[in-house]
């Protein structure tokens, strides 16, 4: 036995020597060291000159970047190892000494892998000398944990893995270019497409595995990862036994002739083993949850008591995770007696006791997470029971989410090249995540099998926690007292207010304390986090004294206070995750006095560099504390105000979520009854772009607008508010095409006929696209002050009580029977719930005066257009903003109908703005308005009338991009030999300058050969003459974008073609003038972009506009609209609301809308 291990020793110590002596071997393996460590020189030298990295990046990139190279390094390293002998003669020497084929396999496999053992070290040691370099910089204590877990489970495995692949294909193909060709085409397989599908397993390098190291509790559950990562190593070792198996045969005894076959049935026999056990764990966790979910769809409809206060003694981290005793009161809501009692708990806990509050025994039994118990004596209607518990264990992960395999996770977990573990609660040495979702504690009722809404408990709390020294904990309620004995302390926490929750969170933390607003506030950041916390050294009292005021704004714009005695800001591990379970989201990091923030998010500011550029912008005339103020501020409103677009996405600030919206609405009130879900999510998310908006201007009013102004509505028009791009409540977020998609489907099924369990992803969808925009009409209706007089009423009426959305739509509306302006409300609220009909607006004239009233006052009467082409009616808001003034009026619009609206301002208008709410515009129709020098007597009044075919000015056809007249002809065909297209396809970008129907963009396309023009086409009504005018942009823009500078316009009219050369800088922002043509009716028209093109750019296509010329009264002149430049000010011509005015004289869809903030206004 010694013999052979002597032997298998010497061969592989001479094969290491060999290896280590090769050029191949420095080059590579010097290549695999230096690239990662480069990057963690980089990383280092980044965070040393202010840079904030996001949290674990130093330590995770160089590490799978190593993964990826070691494999490179295998290919060519290993992979020649036979044809290598063979050119040595290596045979001959064997076969004149004592050794086996498996022991020299076995030598010379050793060897290598050693080698390549090492490498990984010096990649450990050298990322390990980097990271004690940056303590220095940086004060975070130095951590060994992240850099061993990544070695032992991203790289050995593949090092073993590999490496026994490349033997083998060494040994079987006996050509080096062959196998590094199969061993790098299977690498980019699983790069490109394995490596993520069918659960991971072909991911043998780790790419896509969760291994991404938190700083707070590590790696996440690594059962799972641990069994894959040994699945490898079991399958290294069967490749390792067929290399044995297929190497030239010498002779030797019959065991080491049989150690190849059995290393490779051993190995392969148990990694087929172990995978077959990881699919039973799996399936048998499908089909615990499900009897779980069984057991519970069997009690739902029982009648359920009301808990109305927990008295609970909770131990942590002792001889149990988790050790619970107390008292919870129970109460009988229901008319009828009660002689079932249900009650809900996590299955991972073993009760060890259960009695009623005086010692008596009651009748028990438990299935799974539900307990029932049945009382000696009914519980009679209003009556109480008090019932004394006991239960020890641990958390199990299994016993909640339980319909986790038909829903999709809220939180996206893979971010480029970031991994993350995907948790929903735990109990660790060192951190405790128990939500309430959890059942960590006893509750009433069952989570699955309602019909309606779950019902929930209000309850009070005395709530005694013992727990190790060194952790913080953090739950509801306020700590009445702390008692410390030995390494334990315990400490009480009151919950006076009712809740409707509990949750527990317990870590190692730095607590930072302050009252606000009578709040007792608390921030529990890791220790190794506090770089954003010191960052604001020297400013503390700027910041209480901003954080002041945002509390103070958040409860004046919402109308409502902040209901708890203390807010306590808890940093998470990124690992928690929680699903979507119907179109409702059964988890959040917004508890009742709670918020949570995951790491990632929270280091994620960029405090530093945001303060270099402010100073080098400030040139040194703002104090740095000033400066953090304000960067604090905007952290806040992104991180827990800000809209629910990138919500879904790991490290991405938005969403609910997070909001503290969500406890000033939603934890003090039971939304049940049809259509709960628009009082539930629909509101919250409503209160959470209002407050966004108007937050966000009254603190950046000045800096943002130049002066002008308090609060007022026409603080929220600009970038990123209410009225400014992307501000749109319903569809303002997501792609151009997403939003078409949507708006299809609600025109085929309406809100109420969606079925939220059926159709929870659709339902979701409508209902975040249609809930906010209805509760924002309804105060625009009503006006900001009377809507949130309802709010108050219905928040202080309806406390601890259920409520339905026809409690809230009779408060709102009033009485229909006495007021017409309540009957047009009621119309618009039930359009928006049960009409598939979606409005679509057009901005068509906007118009100014100066008048002079006769008493020597200059005033400005402002006149503007709306078109609804669609058929569903709607609700607009239009806005006009002066210097110093604005004017602000509602007006509801028939599908089909154009209306003319006159408003007056005491101040020169500079910019009006519709608000569409809910309809198929993507943004709200902007546009600038041009008032003339001259005066004009009278005094101007302000009306809403309906626009007639007389008043509709002349017939007119526009095609636009989006436009079924619009076409991109390919001339000549692709195929074989011949050459492609060049400038590659017209592409559509958005541009708030552009013309649109319902969303502003234009088709680009590089400079080509002619192949492929653009061609707008249109059949015209009648016979006569028509003015053709291309649109396009200021020429500012233009050069701006990279439009060439000279292109070619074709008009074809009556069989005949006029070429026009273009300069792009003689051209100007909206309507260009190409030519009066003739043309006859039924004549399809066309206009033709070649994308031939000079000089440097490429083209643009946006809209054509015929129209007619009336030989009766040519004198005839419509103002064109105003347009938008790249210079902030409206251009002299300008663009007309676009699509087809046939020859009955209506104008189509379309709108000329201006972006807003970026252009000056």
Known sequence: MLSIFYNVWGVARYERKMLLRTTKFRILGGLGMSIPVLLGIGFAIAEANGAELPVGIDSYVPFLVYSFLQTIVIAFIVGDFRAADEQAHIYEVVAGRPISTAELVAGKYLGIVSALVFLSLGVLLLTLSIQAAKISMTGNPFTIKPYISYLVLMNLPALIFMSSVTFFLGAVLRRQAAVALIVIGYLLAVLLFLGRRYDGIYDFGAFFTPLYYSDLIGLADMTQVGLKRLFYILLGIGFFGFSIDWYPRLAHSLVARWFGRGCALTGFGLAVGLYFYMDSEAQDGKAYRSSLLEQQEAVANIPVAEITHYDLALTLLEEEPLAVSGTIRLKNPHEAPLDTLILLLNPGFEIQSLMRGD??????????????????????????????????????????????????????????????????????????????????????????????????????ANLQITYPKGIEVITQGQVSKTDTLGTQVTRQWIVEKPVPVLSLNAGEYRVYRATIHDVECALYAHPSHLRPVRFFEGAEEEILRALGQIMDAMEQESGMKYPYPSLSLVEIPFHVQWYYEGWEEKGGLTQPGVLMIEEDVFMRQQFTRDFRRSQERSRGNREPKDIKKDLLVRAVFSTFFSREGNSGRQGQPGGLFRSPVVQLWAYDKQFVGEHHSLLKKGMPLYLQNDLSSNMTSAFYSSQRRGGGGDRGRGGRDGPGGRGGPGGRFGSGGGSGAAWDTLIAKMQRKSFADLNPEKQAGLYRQVLDAKGPALFQMMESFLGEETFRTVLDDIDHNHKYEDIDFSTFERAAVGDTTESEESQKLQRLVNDWIFSTEIPGYTLTRVKALKMDDGFGMVVYQLILRIKNSEPGRGYVQITATGRGDEAVKGVEIEGGQEVEVSMVLWEQPFRVMVEPFFARNRRPLMSPVRVPEDVTEGFPVAYVKDVTGEESGPVEIIVDNDDDGFSMPVRRATRYFRPGLKGGNWREQGLPMAFGRFETNYRRKSQGDGAQPAVWAAQMPRDGEYDVSFFFPDPSMARRIRIASTFTLTVFHGGKADTLEIERDQMKAGWNYLGRYKFTEGEEASVELSDRAEGRGGLYADAVRWRFFDPENPDAYEDEMPTFTGRGRGGPGGGRGGGDRGGDGRRGPGGNRGGGGFLGF
Do not use: C
């Not at 438990?366 to 009556?383: D, F, K, T, W, Y």
């Not at 518990?389 to 909640?400: C, E, H, K, M, R």
């Not at 951190?431 to 408990?457: A, H, I, M, N, Q």
């Open 359 to 460: 010692g008596g025994a009651i009748m028990w039994e438990r299935m799974g997470s539900v307990i029932r118990i049945i009382p000696a004596n009914p519980l009679q209607s209003e009556h109480e029971l008090d019932l004394t518990l006991a239960y020890v264990g641990d958390i199990n992960t299994d016993g909640f989410d339980l319909q986790r395999e038909k829903a999709r996770p809220k939180l996206r977990k893979r971010d480029g090249i970031f991994n993350k573990g995907s948790v929903t609660a735990w109990i660790r040495d060192n951190s405790v995540f128990l939500p309430p979702r959890s059942r960590w504690y006893p509750v009433t009722g069952v989570d699955y099998g309602y019909e309606d809404t779950r019902k929930v408990s209000f309850s009070t």
